[in-house]
């Protein structure tokens, strides 16, 4: 390895995240606007440059790469590239290829996945109830995420569900999602919604804050804190009554930038530093003129620009997006 990726405040960066595509075929209504313009082809990375990109962050020192989007597995081409990417599982220069996804492939993908050495999955799911899963998706069915996941699990792959705490929406359900989670033998974690790009509704009638979600979970179960870390920013707790693992994101009531490991880039090759910051350097014109060490200094460059955290607020009413662009942008 050459020199590692360290910031100015002596974070180092083994994490990245790669947004594959801002395409999808949701529109969950936190994340996207239903009528989305995506972008034009030209623009996006194809899947060679993506591989490129991938691979000069790890032979600086980034030992976990999360594919993401949009929806990664609506990627034309996806197997292949995680394919190619696998080279690095089995030189041991990557520990772990994960993917963050809806789910709403997998019946086709996850043994795939599994034999190119993908281990774990984060799968996106905020209600187990038919019809409102195809509300806040706007063009979703539930049953199919569902045999996703009976694949995923068939296939040997680690599930973690990634449920969107949502006010007036899932918050009755949320007890259930634990319970389910616990019997199918998937983590579970629970998120804030982030005020990131313009959405159709209001994000303060959404917003439903954890600590809120955490003491109505107290009543019913026993919440042990776990030593439990992972790269992410998820603070775990062990539910007593299933045995699972509950982890939450409070990006919103409990900053965690402090610990901060990643970076993220988007599927046209802008690299951010902070998914709620607009610091970002632009990798896509040095990794198109070929030259590996113009993008090497970029990564430097960068890394001096890594903010110290984000400052979400969502209280007003009708109140700006912290930043323009939406997760399915810059990758979740
Ligand atoms: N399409 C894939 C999926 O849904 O899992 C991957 C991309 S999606 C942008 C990644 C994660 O971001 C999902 O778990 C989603 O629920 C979450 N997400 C999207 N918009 C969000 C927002 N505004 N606030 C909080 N989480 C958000
Ligand atoms: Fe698509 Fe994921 Fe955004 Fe939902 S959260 S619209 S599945 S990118």
Redesign the pocket.
């Known amino acids: 390895m050459t020199r590692p990726l360290i910031d100015k405040y002596g974070r180092h960066v083994s994490y990245l995240r790669v947004s594959v595509t801002d395409r999808?075929d949701?529109?969950?209504t936190y994340?996207?606007a239903e009528s989305m313009i995506f972008l034009p082809k030209a623009e996006v990375l194809t899947l060679e440059e993506l591989d490129q990109l991938s691979s000069a962050f790890i032979a600086r020192g980034v030992r976990k790469l999360r594919l993401t989007?949009?929806?990664p597995l609506v990627r034309r081409g996806i197997m292949d590239l995680i394919k190619d990417l696998s080279r690095h599982l089995k030189s041991g220069a990557l520990d772990e290829l994960t993917m963050t996804t809806?789910g709403s492939q997998l019946a086709t993908y996850a043994d795939e996945l599994a034999r190119l050495g993908v281990k774990r999955l984060n799968i996106?799911l905020d209600s187990l109830d038919h019809q409102k899963f195809t509300e806040i998706?706007r063009r979703g069915r539930l049953e199919q995420v569902l045999s996703g996941l009976e694949a995923a699990k068939q296939a040997g792959l680690k599930i973690k569900i990634n449920t969107v705490a949502l006010r007036n929406f899932n918050e009755d359900e949320i007890s259930r999602l634990v319970a389910w989670c616990g019997s199918e033998g998937f983590d579970l974690c629970l998120i804030e919604t982030m005020p990131l790009g313009d959405i159709d509704g209001d994000r303060t009638e959404q917003y439903l804050p954890l600590t809120v979600v955490r003491d109505r979970l107290e009543q019913e179960y026993t919440l042990i804190p776990s030593d439990h870390v992972t790269p992410g920013p998820a603070r775990y707790v062990t539910v007593a009554e299933t045995g699972g693992r509950l982890g939450f994101i409070t990006p919103m009531t409990h900053n965690f930038c402090e610990g901060c490991n990643r970076v993220r880039v988007t599927c046209t090759g802008t690299l951010y530093m902070c998914l709620g910051q607009e610091d970002h350097v632009d990798l896509r014109a040095a990794l198109r003129s070929g030259d590996p060490e113009s993008l090497d200094h970029l990564l430097d460059e960068a890394m001096l620009l890594k903010p110290k955290g984000h400052d979400f607020i969502i209280d007003r009413k009708g109140q700006k997006p912290a930043v323009g662009r939406h997760?399915?942008m810059t990758g979740?």
């Open positions: 999808c949701f529109r969950c994340c996207m989007g949009g929806e809806n996106s998706t997760m399915s979740g």
